[in-house]
Structures are given as structure tokens and as C-alpha cells.
């Protein structure tokens, strides 16, 4: 069994490198998934020695770009604040040796409000052409651009084992801003609507592979204006679930291609930018058969979950996944139900490994407590 263990820059440089590295190393853990590209974030740091509540700059990278690699995308990679004197991924790089460890750069790719609110045209819009900043469209060319050269820059500028994708495909509405709102009682259905995309990308690279993109946006519209006019009682007449819906609307299962299209396509597209190196690609999600030849390695999720769940979690996530793919199961310490204690944290190690997977990632080093970091050690221990 593998054992990786996420973290933020910002620890090495507020705790040190050779501190994290060596609690790290002490603890069992074979790698580091230190986050290169990273979302707004408002974290409590319980054992950080400069701050307790952090807000993390947003849609920053957190490494020294090569800034030829972005001279011809439209969208520029801005270094965060507490990294700008100082290129943590190298500081970190250059001991791994020293700690037997290996260096994973988590790398967050369409989720980012900064590029999003300067490129709005970037965005995914709904069938109202509402931007969500939130939400870089996979379907954009500068978008792709973008994210092609992110992870060739770090593939090929630091000793990585992987590089790991978190949110390379579609976002949706709901997202999670500051004081989002939403009163409006939409049911899933609904929901499923408004996440869909329909920028200028998606419409006319729909329309290229054959969807009837223009008329799905129509009868998203038409549906979507009776549900507002009517909720929260659900519009006489209209579809209740996104089955009937997709029964009664020719285009949406063709958009459905079109859009794993758009994200299996990218996916490819990173591969290829990345083929002259030694470095891997791991995603973050499920497993699809397009994107087998793509990826090295899948990383579910199991977060807050019993061993009973985590073990069937990572048993469906084996037979969708080549048996020639690693896959990992990232398991969030202190998510409520939190972990109960070592002997729990035991079992759940023991549930992956029994349950097909070749490792478990932890979440994570920044804003688990210091009790519950120090389980690490005997959970894996006892996983032998």
C-alpha cells in the first residue's frame, strides 16, 4: 500500500520543509501531493505556527512558472503570495533524496474564479448566458491551452512522480462562493439544467459533431422559465427527472457524448504535452474508458465514510478500473463523521487494501489536527 498525504505550500514555508518532510517520512508516507494550482480557500490551520485562519489566494499557481511555455495562451498563470521569493516545489524537490519521498503536484485545472472573472468569455454560461466564474469551460481552445502548458510546466521543471488532475472536465452551478445564494427549491432536474454549458465553445463545437446544440438550449430554457414560474410546485405537463427530460429532448444524450468528449479529448491533450517526461498523470474521479490510455493512476474519494463504505467505495472503483491502473482512495481525516481514532483509521487503510486499491492519500497535512495527523503512523503500521 502507498500512502500520500496532501498539503499546501504554505506548510513548508511556515513550518518549514525539512519539518513537514521529516513528520512525513516518519509517518510512512511515500509521497507528497503538494497543490501547484489551487482554488480559493478559507482554512483553520490548527497546528500552523503563523496563522490559525488562512484565506489562500485564488486561481494562483504555487510554483515559478516557465513563462515561455505561456507566451501564446490567452490565460496567464500568477504566482500567490508566499511564493513568489521562494519556489517551494524546488525547495521540496531537491530533498526528496534525503527523505525517500516522491512529490506529486496537485494541480486544480477549470476550477478558477480569478481567470474567470477576467475572461468571462472562458466561462461555462448556462442556456440564459449567465457566466459562473467559478468555472473555466474544458471546451474553450484557451482554456486547453492553459492547462496543457500548467502541466507540461510542471512536469518538465520539477522531480515529480505524477502529476494529479483535480476538476480538468465540467463545473456546475452550485460551487460554494461567498454567500451564495439559491432559494429557488429547484429540484435535481433543474439543477441538471442549469449546470449544463452552452458557451460559444460548446455550441459551435457541438454543432461540428452533430448536436442540435441551438435546440437543446431552447427546451433547457423553455423548461427551465415554467419550473421558475412555478416552484416550488413542480410545472404542470413538464418532465420531473432528468430520465423523462432526456426521453422527451432528442439533443441531450448527444450532448452528453459531446461534453466526455470535450474532457476525455483533454485529458489526451495534457498526456500529450507531458509525453516527453517521466512524470505520470493521475486523476481525481472516475474511471472512463476513454480516458484509460491517459491516465496512470485513479484517485477516488471516500471522504468522511466508515471502513464498511470506504471498502465498497473502492471495490466499485476497482471493477470500472483497468486491473493494469493504480488506483488510491483519498479519505479526509477530520470531516465530520470524523475519523473516530487510530484503530478506525486502521481499519479504513485495511478496507482499500483489501478492497483492490494500491493506496490511500490523506487529507489533509494544513487542517487536520495534530492528534489526528499522528494516527497516520500506527494506521498504517498495523495496514502493514
Known sequence: MRAGLWLYAWDLRDEGVDAVMSFARDSGIDALYIAGAYHHGW????????????????????????????????????????????????????????????????????????????????TVRNAFDDPYPHALCPANDDVRQYVIALCRNLATAYPLQAVQLESPGYMGLSHGHHHERDLSLMGPLEVALMDLCFCDSCRRKARRAGVDADRLRAAVREHLEAAFATLPERPAGRPSTVTKFAEQTPAWRPMQRFRTLVEDTLLHEIRGGMADTDCELHLLGAYSEATSASIDAYDAGAYGKRPDAVREIVAAARRQTPPEKRLHCGIRLGQTPAVSGPDELADIVAAIHEAGGDGVIFYNYSEAPRTMLDWIKPALAAAG
Not at 72 to 100: H, I, M, N
Not at 109 to 116: I, K
Open 43 to 122: 482554512f483553520i490551520h490548527p497546528h500552523n505556527p503563523r496563522r490559525r485562519a488562512f484565506f489562500a489566494d485564488g486561481g494562483t499557481v504555487y510554483f515559478h512558472p516557465n513563462q515561455s511555455l505561456f507566451r501564446q495562451t490567452r490565460l496567464k498563470p500568477v504566482v500567490a503570495r508566499g511564493c513568489q521569493e521562494t519556489d517551494w516545489f524546488a525547495a521540496a524537490g531537491s530533498r526528496l533524496g534525503e527523505y525517500g519521498l516522491e512529490m506529486v503536484s496537485w494541480t486544480v485545472c477549470c476550477h478558477n474564479s480569478r481567470l474567470g472573472l477576467l475572461h468571462p468569455e472562458c
